[in-house]
């Protein structure tokens, strides 16, 4: 089971929890405002975006090379930038949080 605190564009918190799927497919389904997962998490959209805490960048890991490709044409992107549908909800997130990208 991991802990996953997602911050919105209106700064507002919301901690969920999930233990399977990805972190899109959590924020998805809990209706978080900013997270689209257009592409049913394939990373093809960019709809996921997030910025992970700084401090926690080491527990998430950095986005791979797809998805930098995929986040190279936003320009909000940032080396603390994932596609949340790329990161696995598991025990080693658990206390993660993302700042959902505009
Ligand atoms: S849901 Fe489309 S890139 Fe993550």
């Known amino acids: 089971m991991a802990k996953v605190t997602f911050i919105t564009?209106?700064?507002?918190?919301?901690?969920?929890?999930?233990d399977s799927g990805s972190v899109m497919e959590l924020a998805v389904q809990n209706?978080?405002?900013?997270?689209?997962?257009d592409c049913g998490g394939v990373c093809s959209c960019a709809t996921c975006h997030v910025?992970?805490?700084?401090?926690?960048?080491?527990?998430?890991?950095?986005a791979s090379e797809i998805e930098q490709d995929m986040l190279e044409l936003d320009d909000n992107a940032n080396e603390y930038s994932r596609l949340c549908c790329q990161i696995e909800l598991?025990?080693?997130?658990?206390?993660v949080i993302l700042r959902v990208a505009q």
């Open 9 to 18: 564009a209106d700064d507002e918190q919301i901690t969920l929890e999930g």
């Open 31 to 37: 209706d978080v405002a900013g997270i689209d997962g």
């Open 51 to 62: 910025h992970v805490a700084p401090e926690h960048l080491a527990k998430v890991g950095s």
């Open 90 to 95: 598991n025990e080693q997130i658990d206390g």
